[in-house]
């Protein structure tokens, strides 16, 4: 079983802010691949669905963003679930906003969210990284975070969610480098080469 988790802060306030990224992939997640209602469990929300005949669970814990680890340690506890298992969803401040990235370990890279999980459950999980850029001054950072998307975010915001909805199968899959590739070119699409004149 994978545990996939999306990150974000409870409450409709919070709903469309740069840090609830992870909620709305996961919601996407969920809608596009008919999994099951949303319930309440593990001190979050939970919805159970299947990739390629694996269960998958996936949560968004209802704690506030810094004790997101209470939750996810409470389900990886019940189910059993390694932490290589386990593949979290949010939002990165160091990447450009569009850009996505999946890296497997490391550290928080000052994300309290994440920070959470690693102390109940470790640093060794998979991280998906959802850019949603720097303000550029580290004393508007908090705000940056906690507002809503720009009017401009919402040509690439979509996109990206149908395509992290697309393609999620693959992280379950154990292809993450797969699921980062076929995001980018959803985004990104190769231009048709042009025909070839006739001789």
């Not at 994978?2 to 306030?13: C, E, R, S, Y």
């Not at 001054?137 to 395509?163: E, Y």
Request: glycine content about 12%; charged content about 20%; cysteine-free.
């Amino acid at each position: 079983m994978h545990l996939l988790v999306g990150l974000g802060n409870p409450g409709p306030k919070y709903a469309g802010h740069r840090h609830n990224v992870g909620f709305m992939a996961v919601d996407e997640i969920v809608r596009r691949h008919g999994f099951s209602a949303w319930r309440k469990r593990f001190q979050g929300e939970i919805s159970e669905g299947t990739f390629g005949g694996e269960k998958v669970l996936v949560l968004k814990p209802m704690t506030y963003m810094n004790e997101s680890g209470r939750a996810v340690g409470d389900a990886m506890r019940f189910y059993d679930i390694d932490p290589s298992q386990v593949i979290v969803f949010y939002d990165e401040l160091d990447l450009e906003p569009g850009k996505l990235r999946v890296k497997f370990g490391g550290g928080a890279a000052g994300h309290n969210g994440i920070r959470s999980i690693t102390s109940h459950a470790g640093p060794h999980f998979q991280r998906v990284r959802i850019g949603i850029g720097h303000p550029g001054d580290r004393n508007v950072v908090m705000p940056h975070v906690l507002s809503d998307f720009a009017k401009a975010d919402k040509t690439w915001l979509a996109p990206l969610l149908d395509a992290v909805a697309d393609h999620a199968g693959l992280l379950v899959a154990d292809q993450a480098a797969s699921f980062q590739n076929k995001v980018h070119l959803a985004l990104n699409p190769v231009p048709a080469k042009p025909p070839k004149p006739e001789n």
